[in-house]
Structure formats: C-alpha cells, structure tokens
T-cell receptor, first 115, second 109 residues
Framework: GAVVSQHPSWVICKSGTSVKIECRSLDFQATTMFWYRQFPKQSLMLMATSNEGSKATYEQGVEKDKFLINHASLTLSTLTVTSAHPEDSSFYIC???????????FGNGTRLTVT | RKEVEQDPGPFNVPEGATVAFNCTYSNSASQSFFWYRQDCRKEPKLLMSVYSSGNEDGRFTAQLNRASQYISLLIRDSKLSDSATYLCAKGGGADGLTFGKGTHLIIQP
C-alpha cells in the first residue's frame, strides 16, 4: 500500500492565488520530509527539506517566502505556493525516508497549472 | 559537472531483448544509490537499491562501480511494460536524494 499520501493530485489556479499541497506519511513518523519539483523533461530537483518542529531548509535559488513549508506533526508537511505565477506550473512531489540511507518513498505528486 | 548524469535516450529496444544503461556520478562521498522508475506524469517508484556487490531482482540487475563512479541497470527479457523513464539517484539521509534526468526506455513489440 501507499507509504506517502499527497493531495491534491492536480490543481489549476489563477495567477496571484495561493495553493496548499499536503503530504502525509502513512506508515511511519517522519521527522524529515523532502519536497521536489519536476519540470517537463527535467530531473527531480530538491526544493527544500521539511523538518518537524523547526524551520525548513531551502535549496539555493528557492524562495522561502514564496514556498512556505509547515511541518507541524510527524506525519504531515504542507507546501504552500504563494502568489502563484505561470512559471510555477510544475509537478510537485513530496517524499519521506524511513531511516538514514534508506530510499525515498514518494507521494503521487501534485500537478500545478497556473493560468 | 552535474552530480548525477544519465543518457536521456530514448532507447528503442525490441521486446525480449536485454538492455543496459549507466549513470555516472560525482562527489563520491555518497554511500547510497538507487534506481527509480517513473511513468509518464506519475511519481517515481523505487525499482531497486544498488549495492557494491551488485544485486539482482528478477529480470533486473544493478551494479555499482565506485572506482569509475557509475552505476548500471540491466534489464533482461524486456517486456512492453518496462517502457518508462529510469532515474538513478544517490545520497540519502538528511540530505535527500540527488537524481539524474532519467533515461527514457521504449520497448517495441
């Protein structure tokens, strides 16, 4: 069964609005969750590392004020794309790992289209 | 140099054939390597971990060559359902994984 649940699967929104994406770890408690983004025909790029109870760690070039991450519990992390623009249209995927050096398990992803 | 590099393909292979592709990496401090499969417009799914001694799972064999800094994936008796993009990844732990762009494989009937 699924290890990670991500919602919504897809969303279409107007430019300037904000979109919240939820990621839930179903099988284990996750102190760390990872948020990736994938543009068409590109590789998965790590955006940020979500840490339960503390601030997220953002990769270089990712605006922390635009991509708000909240990791309020050991099973839930949210990513909010604020004031979305068409260039934010992408495939956003969260992932969790059960332990150090274990592979990542991915949510089903959220396809965001900003019009 | 990118940390993980793959030939994007596409590789067009007849059904039943054996196909292999490599993935090169830099920053050899990484201890863990993985192959993922990604279908069109879907999330990546773990195919197999890659161990130094090599490992096999059914028709799939993965190898790690630390001296030359590459990992490989071999698929025997390929099926139509093997058509997908195969992503290699390195890393793990608190830093997450670094992915290659993926190799697009098309199995033809």
């Amino acid at each position: 069964g699924a290890v990670v649940s991500q919602h919504p699967s897809w969303v279409i929104c107007k430019s300037g609005t904000s979109v919240k994406i939820e990621c839930r770890s179903l099988d284990f408690q996750a102190t760390t969750m990872f948020w990736y983004r994938q543009f068409p025909k590109q590789s998965l790029m790590l955006m940020a590392t979500s840490n339960e109870g503390s601030k997220a760690t953002y990769e270089q070039g990712v605006e922390k004020d635009k991509f708000l991450i909240n990791h309020a519990s050991l099973t839930l992390s949210t990513l909010t794309v604020t004031s979305a623009h068409p260039e934010d249209s992408s495939f956003y995927i969260c992932s969790v790992s059960s332990s150090y050096n274990s592979p990542l398990h991915f949510g089903n992803g959220t396809r965001l289209t900003v019009t | 140099r990118k940390e993980v590099e793959q030939d994007p393909g596409p590789f067009n292979v007849p059904e039943g054939a054996t196909v292999a592709f490599n993935c090169t990496y830099s920053n050899s401090a990484s201890q863990s390597f993985f192959w993922y499969r990604q279908d069109c417009r879907k999330e990546p799914k773990l195919l197999m971990s890659v161990y130094s001694s090599g490992n096999e799972d059914g028709r799939f064999t993965a190898q790690l060559n630390r001296a030359s800094q590459y990992i490989s994936l071999l698929i025997r008796d390929s099926k139509l359902s093997d058509s997908a993009t195969y992503l290699c990844a390195k890393g793990g732990g608190a830093d997450g994984l670094t992915f290659g762009k993926g190799t697009h494989l098309i199995i033809q009937p």
